[in-house]
Structure formats: C-alpha cells, structure tokens
C-alpha cells in the first residue's frame, strides 16, 4: 500500500525553528515528486511548493517562496518542511501528498498540526 | 496567482445531482487537461475524487464525475448520498509550472 506518514503536530513559539517531515512507503520514493500543502484553520487549501527526491529538484509556489525550504532524504524515504523563524500567522494543518500521474496528488499524508504561538 | 473561483456552498437532497464549477482563467483550467477534485471530510485530510478532468481513481464511486468547458471545470455528484457531505477542491496545474487550488464548495446533502 502506498502511504505517506507525516510526523506528530507541533507547539513552538514565534522565531523558533521547525522541521516537519514526511515518510513514504510502498513505492519507488525517488520516482514521484512530494508536494506539500498548508490549509490554515477553517479555510481552504494553499499549495506550498514541490520536490523529486530523486534529484532533490525544488520548485516553490511565489507565495511561499523564502517562507520555507522543502527538502529530502532519499536514504530514508522522507520529505521535509521546514521554517528558520516561525509566525504566529504559520499556524495551520500541513499535508505532504504525492504527485501520482500529471498533476493529481495521491495519496495525500494524515496531516501535520503546527500552532506557533507565545 | 489567483485561487480558482468556487461556489462557497451547494446543497442538494439525497438521490438528487448537484454540480460544482470551478473557473479559472486560460492559464490554468482553460490552458491544461489536468484539473483535479478533492472532497475532504471534517479533521480528514483531502482524497483524490477526479483527475485530468473526468478520469476516477480506482475506488471512487461512479456517482461523480468531472467536465471541462473553457475555463470552467466542474463535478457532478449524482444520487446524492449522506456521507457525500463535506468540502470540495478543484485544482488546476498552471502555466508557471505549478499548481493552483479553488477556494472550496461545502456541499450540504439536506
């Protein structure tokens, strides 16, 4: 079963720095770009940027551009985000999902919670 | 770039149809053959519904399906259900070589 398994929810406060990851199983992880998601709380969903951790090839939506640096770990199947100072405006529920075919994601990870706050 | 424009909210009645649009522009919906829709239940992370406009995933019921017109695309739930209550995501990849969400359509089965 392919599956994508994000790491636990998160509470830091405003300029700490944050590392959230997520691991995939059950396919070939170098072969399929990982895209990450943010939906903050009660509104809808905003796509971040993306990542093909075979050649570890970036590519950044404008609006989080700087923002973040997604990354990623061959070795072990894991794709990462990760913030150098965080906002309390960071807060929200963050998705990694795989990009299957042209540009559908499936599946998509369960989801990590950050809430940045003092 | 701009989200793609979706109705807030749509209701129906059980066994009825009900259609969602989302409408872009000529560099995304219009442009490419590659919008997606994704329903998403409550504290539930997104599931894959349609891709490349009308193509279901195995698994997904054939009660929805998906059509393109210009730079309109839309999802037709048909035989309305209680558990198609949730919210919906249109997607569309974009002449920037990225990927634009809709703003979502909460769909209420009365």
């Known amino acids: 079963e392919v599956q994508l398994v994000q790491s636990g929810a998160e509470v830091k406060k405003p300029g700490e720095s944050l590392k959230i990851s997520c691991k995939g199983s059950?396919?070939?992880?170098?072969?399929?770009?990982i895209g990450w998601v943010r939906q903050m709380p009660g509104k809808g969903l905003e796509w971040m940027g993306i990542?093909?951790?075979?050649?570890?090839?970036?590519r950044y939506s404008p609006s989080f551009q700087g923002q973040v640096t997604i990354s990623a770990d061959k070795s072990i199947s894991t794709a990462y985000l990760q913030w150098s100072s965080l906002k309390a405006s960071d807060t929200a529920m963050y998705y990694c999902?795989?990009?299957?075919?042209?540009?559908?994601?499936?599946?998509w990870g369960q989801g990590t919670l950050v809430t940045v706050s003092s | 770039q701009s989200a793609l424009t979706q109705p807030a909210s749509v209701s129906g009645s059980p066994g009825q149809s009900i259609t969602i649009s989302c409408t872009g522009t000529?560099?995304?919906?219009?442009?490419?053959?590659?919008v997606s829709w994704y329903q998403q239940h409550p504290g539930k992370a997104p599931k894959l519904m349609i891709y490349?406009?009308?193509n279901r995933p195995s698994g997904v019921s054939n009660r929805f399906s998906g059509s393109k017109s210009g730079n309109t695309a839309s999802l037709t739930i048909s035989g309305l259900q209680a558990e198609d209550e949730a919210d919906y995501y249109c997607?569309?990849?974009?002449?920037?070589?990225?990927?634009?969400f809709g703003g979502g359509t909460k769909l209420t089965v009365l």
């Open positions: 000529s560099s995304d919906v219009g442009g490419y053959n590659y």
């Open positions: 997607s569309s990849y974009t002449s920037s070589s990225s990927l634009v």
């Open positions: 999902a795989r990009r299957k075919g042209e540009w559908e994601l499936f599946p």
């Open positions: 059950g396919y070939s992880f170098t072969s399929y770009w």
């Open positions: 990542i093909y951790p075979g050649d570890s090839d970036t």
């Open positions: 490349d406009v009308s």
